[in-house]
């Protein structure tokens, strides 16, 4: 009798090919899932500091910044709020909120801002009569049609 050749076990290369891109199918949708779940957490943020900086600034706060451009209105919302023009400094007047180093420009120099999740100043107008108007622009850089995507202090309509 002659004994018969045993026979190796092995994948194919199609079924390689299959577990390969099976794998990279679940890697991507696991990426993109994380993207929106950093986004999502980004805007939340947003949210709930545009909710604390605006209860902190209602009306009847003793400073009133009437600026519009964004950053020279933000140092004047971190001052009034912060009862001090630098991070690092003691308050010479009431503290009206105590933010989290992350949301400030810059904690060891003068005139800092708020800052949002995706660093741009947030937008801020108050006449000193309504509840003051705080805004992020979410990471967008242009206006237009991209403001819907805004996180403001006001209802959407």
């Not at 199609?14 to 577990?19: M, N």
């Not at 779940?37 to 209860?55: L, M, P």
């Not at 451009?69 to 007047?93: D, E, I, K, R, V």
């Amino acid at each position: 009798m002659v004994p018969m050749p045993q026979r190796l076990s092995a994948f194919t290369l199609v079924e390689l090919l299959g577990v390969i891109t099976i794998i990279g199918i679940l890697a991507g949708l696991t990426l993109g899932a994380a993207g929106a779940v950093r986004r999502h957490g980004a805007t939340s943020q947003a949210k709930t500091e545009i909710a604390a900086t605006n209860t902190s600034a209602d009306p009847s706060s003793s400073f009133s910044p009437t600026a519009t451009a964004y950053t020279t209105a933000g140092q004047t919302l971190f001052s009034g709020l912060f009862g001090a023009n630098q991070y690092s400094l003691a308050p010479s007047t009431k503290r009206y909120f105590e933010p989290k180093p992350s949301m400030v420009s810059s904690t060891n120099t003068a005139n800092p801002y708020f800052i949002d999740p995706w660093g741009y100043a947030y937008g801020y107008n108050s006449d000193g009569t309504y509840a003051p108007l705080i805004w992020s622009t979410a990471g967008q850089t242009t206006g237009g049609a991209n403001t819907n995507k805004w996180i403001t202090s006001w209802p959407k309509m």
